[in-house]
């Protein structure tokens, strides 16, 4: 009698702000997708129609978080995620749209839709629709905790292939010489 | 017009709002808000843009020879787009106006590799379930895992297609996201020999694979004829780059708007000067700005971009078999699937099929391989570089002072010129097949199908920045409050 197959893990993934650079890195597994198919089952993620994280094993977020509706979902998948990776430099340090945290959001805002030449009629966005922005773009860690960090611009898939067999077959996932990049 | 208009400025309390959010299998962030009246019937349906990074601005300052490699940053999935239109707009302000054979060359085979897997990962990955499974089909099977399972050499496809225009990216551009190979005046490297004859020893298969695409969305208008020819389809002007002999170029031309009804409104006209042709308009419910044609205005002046665009817009493909299957295409009843909103997936897999066949035939050119990168001329202050990008024409601009820093910057990325348009064929689906019924999970993807037929580019749309009137309190992982933040809006 052969034993029941093993279960799969429920993985979910999301972009706060970021470029999604980082969910093309772990499509960049190619053909390896197959097989890890086998051994996990998406959740929430931009590849399945879920809205909402439910209870999953392993939670991967790329992007940092810049306003209320990334605070949000961060939370959403802190509480439902048993681990949670920050994934990619946005993730971890708030990457380059942490640029813009030494600079005035209320002239950025005339700039980009009040003054810019090429506007025909310009006026600052104000729905009630579209959530707040935060003064500064946040990393994952100042708001929730992180329990592994993977650095890049993206991260390459070989890092994200290693990390996850690691952590899928229960050992303690370590990205070994060539698989960081601090880019 | 008149009824969309009355739509949109619809502020009548008590309606009743269903959201979609997060819009999903689409490359970005933004959520859909229907306002529905007490019998269920639609008053407003729009398509939010919710999220800002602030690029044009954060640029300033910035060295010009690092932007070609910041601006990769508003996307993952098109970062090549980016990289090679800051390039151009670049090349003119170190004076380039023709790049070495070497450099124009190689420049092109990154940018069609770029197109091929971006092609790939929008048919395959995001919108083939809805084709294969159906609109309202189980949500649970819906995704590109569905698809692996019930058609397995299918998915198998997808993925390798878009395996191989990612390596044709890498030997390219160093790196298969965010790569650094492109450079103002050139390129900082050439293909390797080696992986040039791994490259062209998979061109063969990589072409057959992609004109069977072109013919499985074929089949699946044939089998749908009625629903895929209607489905939110609506007139509309069209804008692309075109070569000066009218053939489709996605890397370089003159900008071309035809009419609804197929009329000229400009030709062969200059990019440098795009603001004679273009506007923009800002709605106070998204970050995504609304551009028009100058000449018609906003009202009659919006426009789509994009593989459907470019494939009815151009004279001819100049590759041979996409060239017969855009003749194909054209003829299909009538004229009827180049009208058609999901028709964007016909021309986008005819499109795949075009840059397989490109790099097919610049792997056979010695010039990709030769050692002549640079050009050199003198400095200027501002550069233009437009690129026809997957999802459609991609502008850049840029100012630079006399210490080489970036003192301007203005993009109006592909997303963003179908702007007007999604959110008419959200509000064509929400009327023919939401009005007046009890809402389920799969009667409101059909809205989401609609997005997903224009290539929404979502993530490199939300480049701007806003101020809303809410309030928010962050906290750290032990629950300290360390930052809080109120507004009453703008």
């Known amino acids: 009698m052969s034993a029941a197959p093993p279960r799969k893990l429920k993985v979910a993934t999301t972009s706060l702000a970021g470029c999604f650079g980082c969910h093309m890195s772990l499509l960049d597994i190619d053909e390896r997708l197959f097989p890890l198919l086998d051994k996990i089952q998406f959740d929430r993620s931009p590849l399945t129609d879920i809205k909402h994280c439910g209870k999953c094993d392993i939670g991967i977020i790329e992007g940092g978080v810049c306003n209320a509706e990334n605070v949000r979902v961060l939370q959403e998948f802190r509480a439902n995620c048993r681990i949670l990776v920050a994934i990619g430099a946005c993730a971890v340090t708030g990457g380059l749209p942490a640029q813009r945290n030494h600079l005035d959001l209320g002239l950025c805002l005339q700039e980009v839709y009040e003054t810019e030449p090429s506007l025909s009629k310009g006026c600052i966005p104000d729905d009630p629709e579209l959530p707040l922005p935060l003064d500064k773009v946040h990393p994952l860690h100042e708001v929730v905790k992180v329990d592994y960090f993977i650095p890049g611009c993206p991260p390459s898939a070989d890092a994200i292939w290693s990390f996850l067999t690691d952590l899928i077959a229960g050992r303690t996932p370590r990205l070994g010489h060539g698989l960081i990049s601090y880019d | 017009?008149?009824?969309?208009?009355?739509?949109?400025?619809?502020?009548?309390?008590?309606?009743?709002?269903?959201?979609?959010?997060?819009?999903?299998?689409?490359?970005?962030?933004?959520?859909?808000?229907?306002?529905?009246?007490?019998?269920?019937?639609?008053?407003?349906?729009?398509?939010?843009?919710?999220?800002?990074?602030?690029?044009?601005?954060?640029?300033?300052?910035?060295?010009?020879?690092?932007?070609?490699?910041?601006?990769?940053?508003?996307?993952?999935?098109?970062?090549?787009?980016?990289?090679?239109?800051?390039?151009?707009?670049?090349?003119?302000?170190?004076?380039?106006?023709?790049?070495?054979?070497?450099?124009?060359?190689?420049?092109?085979?990154?940018?069609?590799?770029?197109?091929?897997?971006?092609?790939?990962?929008?048919?395959?990955?995001?919108?083939?379930?809805?084709?294969?499974?159906?609109?309202?089909?189980?949500?649970?099977?819906?995704?590109?895992?569905?698809?692996?399972?019930?058609?397995?050499?299918?998915?198998?496809?997808?993925?390798?297609?878009?395996?191989?225009?990612?390596?044709?990216?890498?030997?390219?551009?160093?790196?298969?996201?965010?790569?650094?190979?492109?450079?103002?005046?050139?390129?900082?490297?050439?293909?390797?020999?080696?992986?040039?004859?791994?490259?062209?020893?998979?061109?063969?298969?990589?072409?057959?694979?992609?004109?069977e695409a072109v013919h499985l969305v074929k089949r699946l208008f044939e089998q749908n004829l009625e629903q895929y020819r209607d489905f939110a389809t609506f007139p509309s002007h069209s804008l692309a780059l075109v070569r000066a002999d009218g053939a489709m170029d996605l890397y370089h031309g003159g900008l071309r708007a035809l009419s609804a009804g197929g009329e000229t409104l400009f030709d062969h006209a200059d990019y440098c000067e795009y603001w004679e042709r273009i506007l923009e308009d800002v709605k106070p419910w998204s970050y995504m700005k609304f551009p028009f044609l100058r000449e018609l205005g906003p009202e009659d002046g919006w426009y789509r971009v994009g593989p459907l665009t470019r494939v009815t817009g151009c004279d001819f493909?100049?590759?041979?078999?996409?060239?017969?299957?855009?003749?194909?295409?054209?003829?299909?009843?009538?004229?009827?699937?180049?009208?058609?909103?999901?028709?964007?997936?016909?021309?986008?897999?005819?499109?795949?099929?075009?840059?397989?066949?490109?790099?097919?035939?610049?792997?056979?050119?010695?010039?990709?391989?030769?050692?002549?990168?640079?050009?050199?001329?003198?400095?200027?202050?501002?550069?233009?570089?437009?690129?026809?990008?997957?999802?459609?024409?991609?502008?850049?601009?840029?100012?630079?002072?006399?210490?080489?820093?970036?003192?301007?910057?203005?993009?109006?990325?592909?997303?963003?010129?179908?702007?007007?348009?999604?959110?008419?064929?959200?509000?064509?689906?929400?009327?023919?097949?939401?009005?007046?019924?009890?809402?389920?999970?799969?009667?409101?993807?059909?809205?989401?199908?609609?997005v997903r037929a224009f290539d929404p580019c979502l993530s490199c749309a939300t480049h701007a920045l806003g101020k809303m009137p809410l309030a928010v309190e962050l906290a750290d992982a032990d629950g300290n409050v360390i930052d809080s933040l109120r507004r009453d809006g703008g």
Request: with cysteine.
């Open chain 2, 1 to 211: 017009m008149t009824e969309a208009n009355s739509l949109e400025t619809d502020r009548t309390p008590g309606l009743k709002r269903v959201v979609i959010e997060t819009l999903s299998r689409v490359e970005g962030h933004g959520k859909v808000t229907l306002l529905l009246d007490e019998e269920g019937h639609v008053r407003q349906a729009r398509l939010h843009i919710v999220e800002f990074r602030g690029f044009e601005k954060f640029i300033q300052g910035r060295p010009y020879w690092e932007v070609p490699v910041m601006v990769q940053r508003l996307c993952g999935i098109c970062p090549v787009s980016h990289h090679l239109a800051a390039s151009k707009a670049m090349d003119l302000v170190v004076g380039v106006d023709q790049l070495t054979p070497t450099a124009e060359k190689v420049r092109r085979l990154m940018h069609y590799g770029q197109i091929l897997q971006s092609h790939a990962l929008h048919f395959f990955h995001l919108s083939s379930p809805d084709l294969l499974f159906g609109f309202d089909s189980d949500v649970a099977r819906r995704n590109i895992v569905g698809v692996a399972a019930a058609h397995p050499d299918l998915a198998r496809r997808g993925v390798l297609l878009r395996k191989f225009g990612q390596e044709v990216i890498r030997v390219t551009a160093g790196k298969r996201i965010h790569g650094t190979g492109s450079v103002p005046g050139g390129v900082n490297r050439s293909v390797p020999p080696a992986e040039r004859r791994t490259l062209r020893e998979q061109c063969t298969q990589v072409i057959e694979w992609s004109r």
């Open chain 2, 317 to 450: 493909i100049p590759s041979p078999l996409a060239e017969q299957e855009r003749r194909d295409f054209l003829a299909f009843d009538n004229g009827s699937a180049a009208r058609a909103t999901l028709g964007f997936h016909w021309a986008r897999m005819i499109e795949m099929l075009h840059a397989a066949e490109v790099i097919a035939s610049l792997l056979a050119d010695d010039d990709v391989c030769g050692d002549d990168l640079m050009a050199y001329g003198e400095r200027r202050r501002r550069g233009v570089g437009v690129i026809e990008a997957p999802r459609g024409t991609l502008i850049h601009h840029y100012r630079v002072d006399e210490h080489d820093q970036v003192v301007r910057a203005n993009l109006i990325v592909s997303t963003t010129h179908n702007n007007e348009a999604m959110n008419r064929a959200i509000r064509a689906v929400a009327r023919r097949y939401l009005d007046g019924r009890t809402l389920t999970e799969g009667l409101l993807n059909h809205i989401e199908v609609a």
